[in-house]
Antibody, heavy 116, light 112 residues
Framework: EVQLVESGGGLVKPGGSLRLSCAASGFTFTNAWMSWVRQAPGKGLEWVGRIKSKTDGGTIDYAAPVKGRFTISRDDSKNTLYLQMNSLKTEDTAVYYC???????WGQGTLVTVSS | DIVMTQTPLSSPVPLGQPASISCRSSQSLVHSDGNTYLSWLQQRPGQPPRLLIYKISNRFSGVPDRFSGSGAGTDFTLKISRVKSEDVGVYYCMQGAQFPQTFGQGTKVEIK
């Protein structure tokens, strides 16, 4: 059974940092292209960024609102995806989901609240 | 970026009646590989999104056959043949044909 489990969310002040993790199991993570998608309270879905598999070049791409502040990485030895978030803004408040690029599999999400 | 526009944004439907949601993209979703990467997602209250339909009309594993997708090019439709109480939630179309992936605004389906 495919499982994606996010962790690391919480309350952080504007300008602060947070690192999210997504532990994957039940599929060959090494070959998977992975994405982060977020959802602000009461709002729709917004793509944050993606990372290709290392065999496909490992390219990382970001949505414009987070480019230069967020960093996606992966540790294939731990089957884990990461999202390092720096210079956080109040508008980054959202539930952050880890998903395969095909969107066939989603985690439960982790809530990030940016507030003073 | 490709803009995805859904209509209606809200759809009150009596139990057992059909529901239909439209999704229009600002550009063709036909990829250079010949596939059309249009998906439909369901998000029940308090739950993460769940894939229902991929590549216009393919039901994902475990999705009931009362859900069907159709369309081509830039115009797509999700139909629920007979709405059940467990179908309440928000439905999103999503394109994966062109980077970056983009989502529609969402359509709220509720029981009338």
């Amino acid at each position: 059974e495919v499982q994606l489990v996010e962790s690391g969310g919480g309350l952080v002040k504007p300008g602060g940092s947070l690192r999210l993790s997504c532990a994957a199991s039940g599929f060959t993570f090494t070959n998977a292209w992975m994405s982060w998608v977020r959802q602000a309270p009461g709002k729709g879905l917004e793509w944050v960024g993606r990372i290709k598999s290392k065999t496909d070049g490992g390219t990382i791409d970001y949505a414009a609102p987070v480019k230069g502040r967020f960093t996606i990485s992966r540790d294939d030895s731990k089957n884990t995806l990461y999202l390092q978030m720096n210079s956080l803004k109040t508008e980054d408040t959202a539930v952050y989901y880890c998903t395969t690029v095909s969107v066939k599999n989603w985690g439960q999400g982790t809530l990030v609240t940016v507030s003073s | 970026d490709i803009v995805m526009t859904q209509t209606p944004l809200s759809s009150p439907v009596p139990l057992g009646q059909p529901a239909s949601i439209s999704c229009r993209s600002s550009q063709s979703l036909v990829h250079s590989d010949g596939n059309t990467y249009l998906s439909w997602l369901q998000q029940r209250p308090g739950q993460p999104p769940r894939l229902l339909i991929y590549k216009i009309s393919n039901r994902f594993s475990g999705v009931p056959d009362r859900f069907s997708g159709s369309g081509a090019g830039t115009d797509f439709t999700l139909k629920i043949s007979r709405v059940k109480s467990e179908d309440v939630g928000v439905y999103y179309c999503m394109q994966g044909a062109q980077f970056p992936q983009t989502f529609g605004q969402g359509t709220k389906v509720e029981i009338k």
